[in-house]
């Protein structure tokens, strides 16, 4: 082929490229937007922009209602009476220093907001050593990956933790038992409850239940496992019946629904959601999708968190279209970028804020992404209206 004709040939390949490039975006959009009527969503070329504004990068179709809900929502809140980290996928590497950017990076972040909030203790929906777990109780990731990462001093307080999948590619009885070594460590069985009662200054005591699931059971993760974790959905059966909590939050490895790269699980969507919707509990936490998610379904009124960009996040929508797009309220991801929540509970409301860090700015400050308020599902409001939130 000629000069001449080479250079004819490539304006026209550029201009392909970048008009294939405009309508997947303008696709994307589509999808996120349609039917879609309170979003905040993050696109992986707006996470830095995102991350260096903090809430005014924040984008809402809602302009002034969005303002009046976060107005409604701290005359709510007045009362909080505990506040609680949710950190997933947070197990570093397998070399030194056996902790990633993101991950260091949230260890600071994180302290900052428990002092901050003065958080009483840590959820962590598994996947705690990346990426084969440990092979003994002595195993020095507890210290590298767990204590040394986690060390500012006001996330010295109870860590509850479920399995994920890598941890099933170590020993799991070690991370039972560093729960008699380490005096915030709480990982005592496959799955487990605690209720806690907490004090209102004289008003009626607000109890919250928190189940932890072995999700990595529930959708058999892997072959060696029972076809069907009989005794575990008994259980968690059990567990929702005959509970007298007024809040109940369930934390779980595998996401219910996912846009993302492991995606939605339809045994988790055909069993276990319309268990924990009869039940009226409120949030499920999880991970194992390296990013920050929000979805709701329609019809169980669920708030369902995935919260696994404790090590890396990966910005993904592979999974898009097993997820109903009006159920989709938000979704972040992108290289260097990372996120936990803080879980604010009243008497009468909840609310779940998204933080992220950005380690490619240096800044390992937390910023404010996302944040959602929501009403008790199991009780009426008794200090607010009883009008859900938006």
């Known amino acids: 082929m000629s000069n001449s004709r080479i250079w004819h040939f490539v304006p026209h390949t550029v201009v392909a490229i970048v008009l294939l490039s405009i309508l997947a975006v303008v696709g994307y959009f589509n999808y996120l937007q ?11 070329q707006d996470t830095e922009s995102l991350l260096d504004h903090g809430n005014d990068a924040i984008r809402s179709d809602r302009g002034s209602q969005e303002l009046t809900a976060k107005r409604e929502l701290a005359q709510c809140l007045g009362a909080v009476v505990n506040n609680l980290l949710i950190i997933g996928d947070w197990g570093g590497m397998g070399r030194h220093p056996f902790r990633t950017p993101i991950s260091s990076a949230i260890g600071k972040a994180a302290g900052q907001v428990a002092e901050r909030w003065n ?16 092979q003994s109780v002595t195993d020095h990731r507890f210290k590298d990956t767990f204590e040394a990462q986690f060390d500012h001093p006001s996330l010295q307080v109870p860590w509850y933790l479920a399995f994920g999948n890598h941890d099933y590619e170590g020993k799991l009885q070690p991370m039972m038992d560093y729960s008699n070594i380490s005096r915030r460590w709480n990982l005592p069985d496959f799955y487990y409850s605690r209720t806690f009662n907490l004090d209102t200054a004289g008003s009626t005591p607000v109890s919250y239940q928190t189940i932890f699931l072995d999700t990595n059971r529930l959708v058999r993760q892997f072959r060696r496992l029972p076809k069907r974790d009989v005794e575990q959905w008994k259980w968690i059966a059990n567990e929702l019946s005959r509970s007298k909590a007024d809040w109940i939050f369930v934390v779980g490895h595998h996401p219910i629904y996912s846009v993302s790269v492991r995606g939605t699980n339809s045994i988790l969507v055909d069993e276990l959601l319309p268990l924990l919707s009869r039940h009226g509990v409120a949030l499920y ?3 194992h999708d390296h990013d920050l998610q929000h979805v709701m379904s329609d019809e169980s009124k669920l708030d369902m968190f995935v919260v696994g960009s404790g090590s890396y996040t990966i ?12 159920f989709v309220k938000f979704h972040q991801g992108g290289s260097g970028t990372g996120g936990f929540a803080l879980l604010s509970l009243s008497q009468c409301r909840a609310s779940v ?4 860090v950005n380690t490619h700015k240096g800044d390992h400050s937390a910023k404010t992404l996302y944040n959602h308020s929501l009403t008790n599902p199991r009780r009426l409001p008794i200090c607010c209206n009883s009008r859900p939130a938006e």
């Open 285 to 287: 936490f999880s991970g």
């Open 34 to 44: 349609a039917g879609t009527p309170y979003l905040w969503i993050v696109e992986r």
């Open 353 to 356: 804020t998204l933080y992220g």
């Open 119 to 134: 958080v009483t203790s840590v959820l962590s929906p598994g996947d705690a050593f990346y990426p084969h777990g440990v």
């Open 315 to 326: 910005f993904s929508i592979m999974h898009s279209k097993t997820v109903p797009k009006k």
